[in-house]
Protein backbone atom coordinates (compact mmCIF):
# COMPACT_ATOMS: atom_id res chain seq x y z
CA UNK A 1 0.00 0.00 0.00
CA UNK A 2 0.93 3.36 -1.10
CA UNK A 3 -0.22 5.93 1.76
CA UNK A 4 -0.21 9.94 1.10
CA UNK A 5 -0.71 11.45 4.56
CA UNK A 6 -1.50 15.36 5.10
CA UNK A 7 -1.05 17.42 8.10
CA UNK A 8 -3.02 20.54 7.14
CA UNK A 9 -2.19 24.18 7.03
CA UNK A 10 -2.58 27.18 4.73
CA UNK A 11 1.32 28.50 5.26
CA UNK A 12 2.71 25.22 5.82
CA UNK A 13 1.28 22.27 4.50
CA UNK A 14 3.31 19.09 5.46
CA UNK A 15 2.98 15.58 3.35
CA UNK A 16 4.85 12.39 3.58
CA UNK A 17 4.24 9.36 1.44
CA UNK A 18 5.40 6.02 2.42
CA UNK A 19 5.24 2.73 0.70
CA UNK A 20 3.68 -0.08 3.62
CA UNK A 21 5.40 -3.43 2.61
CA UNK A 22 7.33 -5.39 3.29
CA UNK A 23 8.20 -2.61 6.20
CA UNK A 24 6.88 0.68 6.20
CA UNK A 25 9.43 3.19 3.89
CA UNK A 26 9.74 6.75 2.98
CA UNK A 27 9.36 7.73 -0.76
CA UNK A 28 9.07 11.06 0.05
CA UNK A 29 8.28 14.10 2.22
CA UNK A 30 8.11 17.75 2.67
CA UNK A 31 5.87 21.28 2.60
CA UNK A 32 3.94 22.86 0.59
CA UNK A 33 4.58 26.61 1.66
CA UNK A 34 2.49 29.59 0.81
CA UNK A 35 2.84 33.21 0.05
CA UNK A 36 2.16 34.54 3.49
CA UNK A 37 1.12 37.82 1.39
CA UNK A 38 -1.29 36.57 -0.87
CA UNK A 39 -4.79 36.49 -0.45
CA UNK A 40 -6.22 33.48 1.03
CA UNK A 41 -8.02 32.39 -2.18
CA UNK A 42 -4.93 32.18 -4.60
CA UNK A 43 -3.05 30.04 -1.05
CA UNK A 44 -5.96 27.83 -1.27
CA UNK A 45 -5.14 27.32 -5.13
CA UNK A 46 -1.39 26.50 -4.50
CA UNK A 47 -2.32 23.84 -1.82
CA UNK A 48 -5.04 22.29 -4.43
CA UNK A 49 -2.74 22.59 -6.94
CA UNK A 50 0.51 20.93 -5.34
CA UNK A 51 -1.83 18.44 -3.59
CA UNK A 52 -3.24 17.21 -6.88
CA UNK A 53 0.13 17.03 -8.17
CA UNK A 54 1.32 14.98 -5.40
CA UNK A 55 -1.64 12.63 -5.68
CA UNK A 56 -1.04 12.34 -9.64
CA UNK A 57 2.54 11.70 -9.14
CA UNK A 58 2.60 8.88 -6.50
CA UNK A 59 -0.69 7.35 -7.05
CA UNK A 60 -1.52 6.25 -3.49
CA UNK A 61 -3.50 3.66 -2.46
CA UNK A 62 -5.31 5.86 -0.24
CA UNK A 63 -5.07 9.89 1.35
CA UNK A 64 -4.52 9.96 5.31
CA UNK A 65 -5.31 13.54 6.65
CA UNK A 66 -4.72 14.84 10.52
CA UNK A 67 -8.16 15.37 11.44
CA UNK A 68 -9.01 18.61 13.41
CA UNK A 69 -9.31 17.91 17.06
CA UNK A 70 -8.97 21.43 19.00
CA UNK A 71 -7.99 25.05 18.56
CA UNK A 72 -7.58 27.50 21.00
CA UNK A 73 -7.57 29.97 17.93
CA UNK A 74 -10.67 30.28 15.98
CA UNK A 75 -8.84 31.39 12.79
CA UNK A 76 -6.10 29.23 13.04
CA UNK A 77 -9.18 26.33 13.31
CA UNK A 78 -10.53 28.06 10.19
CA UNK A 79 -7.49 28.01 8.19
CA UNK A 80 -6.44 24.30 9.05
CA UNK A 81 -10.52 23.58 8.60
CA UNK A 82 -9.81 24.97 4.80
CA UNK A 83 -6.48 23.27 4.21
CA UNK A 84 -7.82 20.01 5.08
CA UNK A 85 -10.91 20.82 2.54
CA UNK A 86 -8.60 21.16 0.03
CA UNK A 87 -6.88 18.00 0.46
CA UNK A 88 -10.33 16.49 0.77
CA UNK A 89 -11.67 17.31 -2.88
CA UNK A 90 -8.24 16.90 -4.43
CA UNK A 91 -8.51 12.98 -2.91
CA UNK A 92 -12.02 12.87 -3.78
CA UNK A 93 -11.86 14.03 -7.34
CA UNK A 94 -9.46 11.28 -7.60
CA UNK A 95 -11.93 8.59 -6.09
CA UNK A 96 -8.81 7.82 -3.81
CA UNK A 97 -10.26 6.47 -0.53
CA UNK A 98 -9.68 9.19 2.19
CA UNK A 99 -9.05 8.43 5.84
CA UNK A 100 -8.53 11.05 9.05
CA UNK A 101 -7.23 10.94 12.00
CA UNK A 102 -7.50 12.56 15.37
CA UNK A 103 -3.72 14.15 16.49
CA UNK A 104 -4.12 11.15 19.92
CA UNK A 105 -5.09 7.94 17.41
CA UNK A 106 -2.12 9.38 15.66
CA UNK A 107 0.43 9.21 18.63
CA UNK A 108 -0.83 6.32 19.80
CA UNK A 109 -0.11 4.44 16.44
CA UNK A 110 3.49 5.96 16.18
CA UNK A 111 4.97 5.92 19.88
CA UNK A 112 2.29 4.52 21.59
CA UNK A 113 1.23 7.38 23.83
CA UNK A 114 -1.22 9.28 22.86
CA UNK A 115 0.15 12.79 23.78
CA UNK A 116 3.63 12.24 23.10
CA UNK A 117 5.13 15.74 22.28
CA UNK A 118 6.94 16.39 18.56
CA UNK A 119 10.73 14.91 19.63
CA UNK A 120 9.08 11.13 20.42
CA UNK A 121 7.04 11.51 17.31
CA UNK A 122 10.12 12.60 15.08
CA UNK A 123 12.25 10.30 16.48
CA UNK A 124 9.61 7.09 16.37
CA UNK A 125 9.35 8.14 12.94
CA UNK A 126 12.70 7.87 12.06
CA UNK A 127 13.31 4.54 13.98
CA UNK A 128 9.53 2.96 12.18
CA UNK A 129 11.04 4.44 8.12
CA UNK A 130 14.85 3.36 9.06
CA UNK A 131 15.81 7.34 8.13
CA UNK A 132 19.29 8.45 8.99
CA UNK A 133 17.95 11.71 10.57
CA UNK A 134 15.54 13.37 12.06
CA UNK A 135 12.67 13.85 9.34
CA UNK A 136 12.35 17.71 9.10
CA UNK A 137 10.26 20.33 9.09
CA UNK A 138 7.77 19.28 12.22
CA UNK A 139 5.01 19.24 9.38
CA UNK A 140 6.46 17.13 6.92
CA UNK A 141 7.28 14.24 10.09
CA UNK A 142 3.27 14.64 11.34
CA UNK A 143 2.33 13.93 7.97
CA UNK A 144 4.76 10.85 7.80
CA UNK A 145 3.02 10.12 11.37
CA UNK A 146 -0.07 10.49 9.38
CA UNK A 147 0.60 7.91 6.59
CA UNK A 148 2.30 5.58 9.32
CA UNK A 149 -1.11 5.61 11.03
CA UNK A 150 -3.23 4.79 8.24
CA UNK A 151 -0.83 1.64 7.15
CA UNK A 152 -1.31 0.25 10.34
CA UNK A 153 -4.85 0.98 11.70
CA UNK A 154 -6.34 0.95 7.87
CA UNK A 155 -6.08 -3.32 7.83
CA UNK A 156 -7.70 -3.66 11.12
CA UNK A 157 -10.28 -1.21 10.08
CA UNK A 158 -11.45 -3.85 7.00
CA UNK A 159 -11.12 -6.26 8.92
CA UNK A 160 -13.94 -5.04 11.30
CA UNK A 161 -15.56 -3.52 9.02
CA UNK A 162 -15.04 0.08 9.73
Do not use: W
Not at 135 to 158: G, K, N
Request: hydrophobic share 50%.
Amino acid sequence: MIALGFDPGTARLGYGVIASEPDPTAIDYGVVVTDADAQMGDRLLTIYLAVGELIDRFQPDAVAVERLFFARNVTTAMTVGQARGIVLLAAAQRAIPIAEYAPSEIKQAVVGYGKADKHQIQEMVRIMLGLESLPTPDDAADALAVAICHVQIAPFRSRIGA
